[in-house]
């Protein structure tokens, strides 16, 4: 107790006292301060503090991470009076909107708006390019009604673009999905459209004798994502005016009548000037750097994926392809970057004698170069073992010129591997099939010979790696799976407390399932009010804390059932409760889930077990003292 007295007086000290504290909540590890003013805060000395494990800052919030006695450290600065609150998803007050700010909200708009589209932007793209082969292999002809079928099934999600951001966007803005839909149905109707072309031809246009520029809004995005924005404020205006009982047809009537002739009069003309100002200075890059701006891009693009920046590239490529047929600066660099973590991830699995490590690295050597998915080689490998990564940014630079050299331009915006090669290919360019080849080969051999020439330090093998689960005691213990699933690399969960290890060492799944299973036999100890999260300590003495998706606190258990309760008894394999991965996705959550064992210190080895999918009495822990 005069510990956490002691931990508590000194992390008020260092956020500034009592005074600069608005509010105050906590999850199951973290303290969720509310400042008044951020910059009274000493973020040093409050990460050298005994007990504090990290610091976090994140939307609006001042968090420190202490660990399993967090309640105990809330209650201790409630006594010290700092006014804390009841629920941990209370909005916040906003930052002061700086330049740098508002720099990060647009980005954030922008990449939280088309995250969710690309799926149905990769299908679409990717069907024209089917339609376009089995058209230059004479399969198909231009005039036949197959291939005008297929080309219309792929260019469908980039015609009706300005609709599938709306959608997005509302779900991003807490805007009415269906407002905002019907309002980019609006600039995408065929009789707009007609109206449109009119203009361009100098018949003019104009509602209530407010000219209405000519645009074309088919294949766009600003447009949509700015409008949609717009239209929460609209919403709440309306809201504020409109009496109770006409706001039933009254609401609804009033808001797409002021919000469509907006979007057709201001908002979509000026999204379309900022659209086309993005899309040039890409174009300008490339042309005058040519291929040295593909070479730097591939030199780059781990390292933006890491930050989670290369998104910011995601809508100037739609655009791109969209309105020309192909993009030729940001896909072709990723040839390179992609098949270069392959290439890399090969060389350690050969190197390493670590013989999880030699699987992991196969594991994801194929993925990158199969499928172009490099996430399992970027953090399970290449930052992982950090030299790696040299090798990998020295090839995306050099096979990226070389991609540039050779004009490479992708028709589609598939993650570059061995399966989408194919969108490299140009029907005016029969020689691109073959540089296509070129850059690929090169990517993969010099990442290699790379990789082995200036090395890496291996990791060695944990002791005791396999413990045999017929003879569990106190100094010999499983911890098994607490959901169906897949097990992803720590190093890839978007928390740096779990994927630092922050509060002991922890294992990532990807759930399949909906239940949640007891880990460990023993008793709960703690059931956050969100649900989200269980405390458990086993009759073993083993502490496991179940953590089911990243910042899903903040739904407050909307898609969490719990059926037990502190103080109860469970056995491994036990149904604990439920979650809805559906609900938690379009809430804009991962639901990644979490396990980990608080005490770690009290053991001597923590072993991983190397298995991929996994269910209830799956082991993926061993714990030995």
């Not at 995250?115 to 005039?143: C, F, H």
């Not at 809508?315 to 940001?330: C, D, R, S, W």
């Not at 790696?388 to 993650?415: K, W």
């Not at 060695?460 to 799976?481: C, F, H, K, R």
Request: include cysteine; charged fraction near 15%.
């Amino acid at each position: 107790m005069a510990n956490d007295q002691n931990m508590a007086n000194k992390i008020l000290k260092n956020v500034g006292g009592s005074e600069n504290v608005k509010n105050l909540t906590h999850c199951m590890t973290r303290l969720r301060f509310v400042l008044k003013d951020e910059s009274q805060a000493n973020d040093e000395e409050i990460k050298q503090i005994p007990g504090v494990m990290g610091l976090r800052k994140q939307g609006g919030q001042y968090q420190v991470i202490v660990g399993n006695n967090v309640a105990r450290t809330y209650t201790e600065l409630l006594e010290l009076g700092v006014s804390g609150g009841a629920k941990t998803n209370e909005p916040v007050e906003k930052k002061k909107l700086t330049p740098k700010q508002i720099g990060i909200n647009i980005l954030d708009a922008i990449i939280g708006t088309m995250s969710p589209l690309i799926p149905a932007i990769i299908g679409g793209s990717m069907i024209k390019l089917l339609a376009m082969i089995l058209n230059m292999t004479g399969v198909l002809s231009l005039e036949s009604s197959t291939y005008n079928i297929l080309n219309t099934i792929g260019d469908a999600p980039f015609f009706f673009l300005p609709m599938l951001v709306a959608v997005s966007a509302a779900k991003k803005f807490n805007s009415n999905v269906f407002l905002a839909l019907a309002i980019a149905g609006v600039m995408v109707h065929p009789v707009f459209m007609e109206i449109m072309e009119k203009a361009a031809e100098g018949k003019g246009a104009s509602f209530v004798y407010i000219p209405v520029m000519s645009v074309k809004y088919t294949y766009t995005i600003i447009p949509a994502i700015v409008m949609t924005w717009f239209l929460k404020y609209i919403e709440d205006f309306v809201d504020h005016i409109t009496p109770i009982v006409m706001k039933n047809f009254l609401k609804p009537m009033l808001i797409l009548l002021i919000a469509a002739p907006i979007a057709i009069i201001i908002v979509g003309p000026f999204g379309i000037l900022i659209g086309t100002g993005l899309s040039q200075i890409v174009f300008f890059v490339h042309d005058k750097l040519g291929f040295l701006s593909v070479a730097i891009v591939g030199a780059i693009w781990p390292l933006l994926v890491v930050t989670g920046m290369h998104r910011v590239f995601t809508p100037t490529i739609v655009q791109t392809i969209a309105e020309t047929g192909k993009e030729g600066m940001v896909m072709p660099s990723e040839i390179g970057a992609n098949l270069s973590l392959g290439g890399v991830s090969l060389a350690v699995a050969i190197k390493t004698k670590n013989r999880e490590l030699r699987q992991t690295a196969y594991a994801a050597a194929s993925s990158a170069i199969i499928a172009g998915i490099t996430e399992p080689a970027l953090y399970g490998v290449a930052i992982r073992l950090k030299r790696p990564m040299i090798a990998s940014v020295i090839t995306g630079f050099i096979t990226g010129g070389i991609a540039g050299l050779a004009g490479l331009a992708s028709h589609s915006m598939a993650a570059p591997g061995l399966f989408t090669s194919v969108q490299f290919i140009d029907k005016d360019n029969p020689m691109s099939i073959l540089w296509v080849v070129v850059v690929m080969v090169l990517s993969i051999v010099i990442s290699f010979i790379l990789t082995l020439v200036i090395g890496f330090e291996d990791i060695p093998e944990s002791e005791d790696e396999l413990l045999d689960l017929g003879t569990q005691d106190a100094d010999n213990i499983i911890v098994s799976a607490p959901v169906e699933g897949k097990i992803k690399p720590i190093e890839s969960v978007q928390d740096d407390v779990f994927s630092r290890e922050v509060i002991g060492k922890s294992i990532a799944i990807e759930p399949t399932g909906n239940k949640i299973y007891a880990p460990v036999t023993g008793m709960i100890t703690s059931v956050f009010p969100s649900k989200h999260a269980i405390g458990i300590t086993g009759d073993n003495g083993i502490e496991v804390l179940v953590h089911v998706g990243i910042d899903t606190v903040k739904l407050n258990g909307e898609p969490f059932t719990s059926s037990i309760e502190q103080g109860d008894h469970v056995n491994t394999g036990e149904v604990i409760g439920t979650f809805d991965s559906t609900k938690i996705i379009e809430a804009g959550y991962d639901p990644t889930t979490i396990v980990v064992i608080t005490n770690t210190d009290d053991y001597e080895t923590i072993t991983t077990f190397n298995n991929v999918d996994v269910e209830a009495h799956t082991s993926i822990l061993g714990a030995v003292k």
